[in-house]
């Protein structure tokens, strides 16, 4: 078992910035791929941001060239710094970790733009 534990969310005003962290513990495999997902009201959970363990990334089209995942040297934490936020990027934020055909999630942390 994995467990996730994001932390960083909060509430923001557009143009500003945020930092998302999410450890991991438990019985970590590797390779293993982490990710940021993402789910506001109504609509369907989205794939924000990846990283594999060999640290190859991707970004949802919506927030290339404004968010920036990376993960440390232990490679059991993973960060999104988010910057010039707008309103849309409103969601709660979920940390996910995918290895060995198991998909593992943090309880999601809550973040919010304010125009």
């Known amino acids: 078992q994995v467990q996730l534990v994001e932390s960083g969310g909060g509430l923001v005003q557009t143009g500003g910035s945020l930092r998302l962290s999410c450890a991991a513990s438990g019985s970590i495999s590797r390779p293993n791929t982490m990710a940021w997902y993402r789910q506001a009201p109504g609509k369907q959970r989205e794939l924000v941001a990846f990283t594999t363990s060999g640290s190859t990334t991707n970004y949802a089209d919506a927030v290339k060239g404004r968010f920036t995942i990376s993960r440390d040297n232990a490679k059991t934490t993973v960060y999104l710094q988010m910057s010039s936020l707008k309103p849309e990027d409103t969601a709660k934020y979920y940390c996910?970790?995918?290895?060995?055909?198991?998909?593992?999630w943090g309880q999601g942390t809550q973040v919010t733009v304010s125009s």
């Open positions: 996910n970790m995918y290895t060995l055909g198991y998909n593992y």
